[in-house]
Antibody
Framework: QITLKESGPTLVKPTQTLTLTCTFS??????????VGWIRQPPGKALEWLALIYWDDDKRYSPSLKSRLTITKDTSKNQVVLTMTNMDPVDTATYYC????????????WGQGTMVTVSS | DIQMTQSPSSVSASVGDRVTITCRASQGISSWLAWYQQKPGKAPKLLIY???SLQSGVPSRFSGSGSGTDFTLTINSLQPEDFATYYC?????????FGGGTKVELK
């Protein structure tokens, strides 16, 4: 059974850096083709893809947020970490991590999400 | 970036109805399209991948079609548990992009 779970702070102040961890089980991020992505959803709004890391450490970012995002993986710990710098109230959202089981695939398994509020 | 446009943004329907949601890509994406269902307070759930392939465990009343730029999600015989918001997502190229969502509401 594949599971993913996001963890991190629920409240951050403007200008701070957000660090979110996705801890997963049931698959290996060293398996060819596999990726883990981050997607966010502001309250009442649509989904927005943020970043993706592949088994071979290839990393992809949303162009609009690329300067603020870093995605890394720790295969031994089954974790993927997303950092987002210079947080702003507009970054208030639920942040999800999800598995992409193949290079061209959809996100087939999602974590439950973690709500992050940016406020002073 | 490939823009994904869903229509309608909301639809009112009754149990037993057939509901059709469309998704249009701003450029061709072959069949690299996924559909997700999201209920309030829950994570999205994959329904359809590669435009028309039903994800394991998803009821057969859900079906997807299309290729290139125009895609459709059809729900046959709408069930009470199908009232939710549906999103399309293109998987053809980066950045990955989602549609704006279609909320299926009870009439």
């Amino acid at each position: 059974q594949i599971t993913l779970k996001e963890s991190g702070p629920t409240l951050v102040k403007p200008t701070q850096t957000l660090t979110l961890t996705c801890t997963f089980s049931g698959f290996s991020l060293s398996t060819s083709g596999v990726g883990v992505g981050w997607i966010r959803q502001p309250p009442g709004k649509a989904l927005e893809w943020l970043a993706l890391i592949y088994w071979d450490d290839d990393k992809r970012y949303s162009p609009s947020l690329k300067s603020r995002l870093t995605i890394t993986k720790d295969t031994s710990k089954n974790q993927v970490v997303l950092t987002m710098t210079n947080m702003d109230p507009v970054d208030t959202a639920t942040y999800y991590c999800a598995q992409r089981p193949s290079v061209w695939g959809a996100f087939d398994i999602w974590g439950q999400g973690t709500m992050v509020t940016v406020s002073s | 970036d490939i823009q994904m446009t869903q229509s309608p943004s909301s639809v009112s329907a009754s149990v037993g109805d057939r509901v059709t949601i469309t998704c249009r890509a701003s450029q061709g994406i072959s069949s690299w399209l996924a559909w997700y269902q999201q209920k309030p307070g829950k994570a999205p759930k994959l329904l359809i991948y590669e435009a028309s392939s039903l994800q394991s465990g998803v009821p057969s009343r859900f079906s997807g079609s299309g290729s290139g730029t125009d895609f459709t999600l059809t729900i046959n015989s709408l069930q009470p548990e199908d009232f939710a918001t549906y999103y399309c997502q293109q998987a053809n190229s980066f950045p990955l992009t989602f549609g704006g969502g279609t909320k299926v509401e009870l009439k």
